[in-house]
């Protein structure tokens, strides 16, 4: 049966989704607001031993509207793994639901302070201010100052850009986040977010108290369509390089390949920074080219912040958006979907049932 057709297209459903899947699958099901609000909550759920020697990680929607491909992972790891747990390993699952469920429900990257939230995670000692060159240059293009009446074709002007200024600075612009535009895209806030506070009572203790933890965060936009990479945003031993690449059949990206991931305050840096014994990765799927994404998330944010909610321009943008992080082909979604099932195939076979 092809499950790729059943995925939940609003947040709502998407939570409901899971939470049915876990209590069919005898999962514990915890729902929090994280950020103090009824309708936003974050739902973690644990398959296994209260103390695990193992602790396998699957977290989804840190950016907002990447949470329709998160949660539909996340709901095919309840359906076919649930009983692939060898209760003699002692290891454990935990899956967080929708990190930022404001983006995911109003179909956005960011949260509701504009917060880019995988640039918010900065280490102590660590400023939340600046901006790189390429992004003051790219400033006025990436986030025009009003509701654009007519949009002049973004992959032209980004052509020209690109031409100028070359296509590693609109990545490193890109990536890299900025602390100096409020409203702009890639914002990273300008103080720690609720959600970093609240990750760090609810979810850091569980990592820190296991002695090995994988953890995956999904994410989608970058990449070649359909296909995932693991991109590794902190050091790694060579064992574990080892085992990351039999799991990723060879999809492993270190920033310095890859202008397209050097950035401050990304959340498994984090993680692996107050859990030295995780290994935290981000587990992204290519959807479009990037300029194409990028032209979406342009127009989303002008239309979020100088549109009028409710207008065919506002839908448009929003529903671009959606589309631009979770394809409606049936192929794309089909081939994700399988991919991911082998993936954690090889997850469970070669490290939590070891
Ligand atoms: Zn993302």
Redesign the pocket.
Known sequence: MDESNSWAETYHDCVEQVVDLGTQHGWTIDSQSLVDHELYRTTFMKLGPERPRKLLVVTSG??GV?GFLGSAIQAMIIRHFSNRLDPERESAILLVHAINPFGFDQLR?FDENNVDL?RNFLLRGEEYQGANEGYRNLNRLLNPPNWPRFEIPFALQAGWKIARHGLNSLQRAVAGGQYDYPSGLFFGGQEPTRTLRALEKVLLPEIQSTPATLHFDI???LGLSGEYQFLVGHELSAEEIGLLKVLSANRMKFPEEDKAYEAKGNFNRWIRHHAPMASSICL?YGTFPPVEVLGALRAENAAHHWGEPGSNHFREAKNRLKEAFFPSSRSWRSRVYNESKSLFDRIFDLWLNQ
């Open positions: 840190l950016h990447e990257r995988n994410h989608s936009g992204e």
